[in-house]
């Protein structure tokens, strides 16, 4: 097993930026893996400006679930981002959060035995009120664990405020 850092904090709050800069200070080619499904024409353009953004020193895997499909062994990796990585388990599971937590969890744990450095962005959906719909809740609840799951095998842990990064762990 390599290294894990996990990234977290709120929407726009520096988290891809801050995980994009400390990955490119690690290694000078490293690997951005989104997990985003693309749902509708403007989040297909969003996903090919923050492609275009990132430049040729990136090597680019998109890929909804099966993160330990892609052998990276030696390489840094950043994973962006465990919430729409989820979103993909929960809507796939029909909003089951058992078994999407399950298989998430297993899922993360395969990706993680190979000798390499992961960089974990994810969202602190929880910090917000409580959603008032029972998916919204139940998504909240799936996102809150994985995340403590992600942290407990973290190396380091930062939370970003306002573009700043705080280290946790």
């Not at 953004?53 to 998109?62: F, H, L, M, P, V």
Request: aromatic share 8%.
């Amino acid at each position: 097993m390599g290294k894990i850092i996990l990234i977290t904090g709120g929407q726009r709050s520096g988290k891809s930026s801050y995980a994009q800069k400390l990955a490119l200070q690690i290694a000078p080619n490293p690997v951005y893996l989104a997990t985003s499904r693309i749902w509708d024409d403007e989040h297909q353009q969003r996903i090919k400006r923050h492609q275009a953004d990132r430049g040729s020193e990136w090597t680019n895997i998109e890929e909804e679930k099966q993160l330990s499909n892609h052998q990276l062994e030696g390489r840094v990796i950043l994973i962006d981002c465990v919430t729409l990585w989820l979103t993909n388990f929960f809507f796939d599971n029909d909003s089951n959060i058992e078994q999407s937590l399950t298989e998430a969890k297993t899922e993360f744990e395969q990706f993680i035995k190979q000798d390499a450095t992961f960089i974990f962005v994810t969202n602190e959906i929880g910090l917000g009120g409580m959603p008032d719909n029972p998916i919204q809740r139940k998504f909240t609840d799936l996102q809150g664990w994985m995340n403590q799951h992600i942290a407990l095998h973290a190396n380091e842990v930062y939370l970003m405020v306002s573009g700043i990064a705080m280290e946790v762990k």
